[in-house]
């Protein structure tokens, strides 16, 4: 009997949210760092800061004009490259939170509900359901403020910590998602997090 006790799935566990746009902003920051910390983006935005430098020393360098003059000329570059930064950096949050709010009108005013059980995760409001099975989940990651199921390599559906109504909830998720994933549940738990501290 304890054999079959032992691999008996965990109980569906649900969670309620309210979308907000501070919290979609939140979650598109995680999503970008979590992305961005694992591929070769993480190399673009440093890289082509290089390049841009480079550039302009180069081009100090070898003009046969005063260096005011290649810095004038190439100005309005090196301003169009640091917008184009805050762009990335700073815009695209408010603009993926706009898009989300508009696509999703209907489901905003209403819980988001998020259940995790033996077939897959599940995300649902008053006008779609959508579930993916165990093996569509490529990876959980936990941060700070979220749970982050991912789909893709890159795109990701969220279960902000919040929704967790306790401490012990939060332990039991992580516990199943370790029963229902193994080493793709990339989880922090409370003695991990007392061990780090």
Request: charged share 15%.
């Amino acid at each position: 009997m304890s054999a079959s006790v032992a691999t008996q799935s965990p109980p569906p566990q649900e969670y309620r949210f309210r979308w907000t746009a501070a919290t979609h902003r939140s979650f598109y920051r995680a999503l970008q760092r979590e992305v961005s910390r694992r591929g070769v983006l993480r190399f673009v935005v440093p890289g082509a800061i290089v390049v841009v430098v480079a550039v302009t020393l180069l081009a100090i360098i070898g003009a046969r004009v005063p260096a005011g003059t290649v810095l004038l000329t190439l100005s309005p570059y090196l301003v169009l490259f640091a917008l184009w930064l805050a762009l990335l950096k700073w815009g695209l949050p408010y603009v993926s939170a706009y898009s989300y709010r508009r696509a999703h009108a209907p489901c905003i005013p209403h819980d988001q509900i998020r259940v995790v059980n033996a077939d897959g995760f599940e995300a649902r409001c008053v006008t779609s359901t959508v579930q993916v099975r165990w093996p569509g989940i490529v990876r959980v990651v936990e941060t700070p403020e979220f749970l982050l199921f991912f789909t893709t390599p890159s795109c990701a559906i969220q279960l902000p910590k919040r929704a967790v109504p306790s401490e012990e909830a939060l332990e039991e998720l992580r516990t199943s998602l370790r029963h229902y994933l193994g080493a793709r549940a990339e989880l922090t738990s409370v003695e991990s997090g007392a061990a780090a501290g």
